[in-house]
């Protein structure tokens, strides 16, 4: 067996090649022709690139592949992007950031990266009533409710009737004495509301008794005598 290497032939070129076959001791036995031709090979090129925030593989760049070649390629999002879709012709799914385009002729492809829509920090307020009774009320209610962060709520106490008054508030430790006043979530806040007891006019005793009424009956038991 004999083989034989040309390292002349060209591309899109044809050759004629001259084959004689001898026995061992010498002898021609036959003879034949064989044209080979040589295929000039096609390449085309694969331009990647990105709209957005993230990498690609290949990188973005130009590069050259033979034709009917499927090229393999993957779009890694930054942090806080997300994939969308590639764009292009002869990409097998648009959709998967790993997927393949085969090379049949000059291709941009490009992949598309979104910013991912951030969620707000959220903190709760907690709001209390401390003494009072139905007549007291305090806005926000009573509860826990939850504000993105940086959120401006008024807290609001206030007395419908009867015979207590607001006191106080007290948030996270600290005390107001205003009974509407403004803050700002920027962290979980706890809120008091505190309401106590009016004292009634001219000196209520625990019973509920005036010190008045006993003086005026003190005065008139002395004009007696």
Not at 59 to 71: D, L, R
Not at 125 to 148: A, D, F, Q, S, W
Not at 167 to 192: F, Q
Request: charged share 25%; glycine share 8%; with cysteine.
């Amino acid at each position: 067996r004999t083989s034989f290497t040309d390292d002349t032939v060209q591309e899109g070129r044809t050759y004629t090649y001259r084959v004689v076959a001898f026995t061992k001791q010498g002898t021609w036995t036959r003879e034949a022709s064989i044209t080979v031709e040589v295929v000039e090979e096609i390449l085309y090129t694969l331009t990647m690139q990105k709209e957005g925030e993230g990498s690609l593989e290949p990188a973005e760049g130009t590069y050259s592949h033979p034709e009917g070649t499927k090229v393999k390629i993957r779009a890694n999002a930054a942090d806080g992007w997300k994939f969308v879709e590639w764009k292009g012709e002869g990409i097998k799914d648009r959709t998967n950031r790993n997927t393949e385009v085969e090379m049949d002729k000059n291709k941009t492809i490009t992949a598309v990266f979104e910013k991912e829509e951030q969620q707000p920090t959220q903190y709760t307020l907690t709001i209390n009533k401390v003494g009072g009774n139905g007549n007291c009320n305090v806005e926000p209610k009573p509860g826990t409710h939850t504000y993105n962060e940086g959120s401006q709520v008024t807290l609001t106490a206030s007395v419908s009737g009867g015979n207590y008054k607001f006191d106080k508030w007290v948030i996270n430790g600290n005390t107001h004495t205003y009974s509407s006043i403004d803050i700002t979530l920027n962290e979980n806040t706890t809120a008091e509301a505190h309401f106590i007891k009016e004292e009634e006019e001219n000196g209520d005793d625990e019973n509920g008794e005036t010190s008045f009424h006993w003086l005026n009956f003190f005065r008139s038991f002395l004009a007696m005598f």
